[in-house]
Nanobody, 119 residues
Framework: QVQLVESGGGLVQAGGSLRLSCAASGSSSSISAMGWYRQAPGKQREVVAGITSGGYTNYADSVKGRFTISRDNAENTVYLQMNSLKPEDTAVYYC?????????????WGQGTQVTVSS
């Protein structure tokens, strides 16, 4: 099992910045990818950004140029730097980790951290 603990959420004004962190523990070796998802009230969970162990990144179109994902493989920690925040970024942000074991995918999730952007 992999445990994920997020931190860094909070309340910020539009245009401000926040940095989310997610630390993986437990059976965290061989995590192939980590990422961030978010879920706003009444909406489905959506992917925000992802990063592989090799450093390849991908972003949702809505956050490109404003958010940056990074990863410390030695510490099994992933970060999400969020700049130029908008009210529509308000959501619960969830950390995700993916392990591939014998070609089978296992997803692990954090408990979520609230991000609220006021206008």
């Amino acid at each position: 099992q992999v445990q994920l603990v997020e931190s860094g959420g909070g309340l910020v004004q539009a245009g401000g910045s926040l940095r989310l962190s997610c630390a993986a523990s437990g059976s965290s070796s061989s995590i192939s990818a980590m990422g961030w998802y978010r879920q706003a009230p009444g909406k489905q969970r959506e992917v925000v950004a992802g990063i592989t162990s090799g450093g390849y990144t991908n972003y949702a179109d809505s956050v490109k140029g404003r958010f940056t994902i990074s990863r410390d493989n030695a510490e099994n920690t992933v970060y999400l730097q969020m700049n130029s925040l908008k009210p529509e970024d308000t959501a619960v942000y969830y950390c995700n980790a993916v392990k591939m074991v014998i070609m089978r995918r296992y997803d692990y999730w954090g408990q979520g951290t609230q991000v609220t952007v006021s206008s």
